[in-house]
Every structure is written in C-alpha cells, then in structure tokens.
C-alpha cells in the first residue's frame, strides 16, 4: 500500500477538553506520523467553505457554528493507506456505532460534537491539505 497523506482536524469539543495530546497518542500508536500541525481558530464563514459539501444537509448550520465555537487543530497524517487508517482509528460518525477503542468511542459527545474530522479518499485529502496548508509548511 501507497504512503499517503490525509488531513485531520480536532473539533472544538477535544480542544475544550484538553484532548489533543491524547488523540495525537491514538494516531501515533496506529502508525500514523503527525507531519503538519497548528491550533487556528475558523470563523463560521470559513467552516462553511470548509464543510461546503454539506450545505444542503439540516446540520449544517449546527455544524458551522459548532466549529467556528472554539480554537481547532487541524494537522496533516502520513503513513501506509493513511486515509483508511485515520478513519478506523477515527471510527463510526455517530459516537454511538464507534468501535471500542476508537477516538469517537471513547472522546465524542455526540454525533456532531464528534472530536475528529478525517479526508475521506485521496481527491479530498488532496483539497483539504491545500485547504489548511502551505506546501512550505509541510516537511516530511
Ligand atoms: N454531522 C452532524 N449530524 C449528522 C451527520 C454529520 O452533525 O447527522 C456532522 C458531524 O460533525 C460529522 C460532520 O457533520 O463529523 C461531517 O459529516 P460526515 O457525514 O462527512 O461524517 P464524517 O466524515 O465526519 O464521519
Ligand atoms: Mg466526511
């Protein structure tokens, strides 16, 4: 399998908590390395172009306000089949369906103060990373 990589971000709900340094341990010990990271606060305009693939969707304004509601750390993953990875780590969207051990199972609140977001396929990772990140900003 490829090495790729693929954009995270830990959700207002993790930062408030202090979760950060415990989710990162989750993500290392799956085998994924941290290699982009920053804490940015988004406004509600910038979550909305962010989650625009969402705007028809009855959440979306929860879910722009929700992330615009406290700082976020967005990072980049790297490692083998990073992108499937970091979803399995991540687990089910509804913290309810989440595997055990997973970050939703054990850290999300519900199913929209989730703690994590994670790409899903290697087009929007693309886009995502690009989104956050600079290619100066991204060493390796
Ligand atoms: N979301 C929500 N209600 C829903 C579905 C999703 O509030 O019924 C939020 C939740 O924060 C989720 C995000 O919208 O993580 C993006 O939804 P998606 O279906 O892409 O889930 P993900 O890829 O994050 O698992
Ligand atoms: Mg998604």
Redesign the pocket.
Known sequence: MAVERTLSII?PDATRRNLTGKINAKFEDAGLRIVAQKRIQLTPAQAGEF?AV?KE?P?FG??TE?MASAPVVVQVLEGEGAIAKNREV?G??NPADAAPGTIRAEFAES????SV??S?APETAAEEIAFYFSGLELVG
């Not at 199913?111 to 989730?114: K, T």
């Open positions: 959700k989650y969402h969707r959440f929860e879910l929700f991540m089910a969207t199913v929209g103060e989730n977001h994670g899903d």
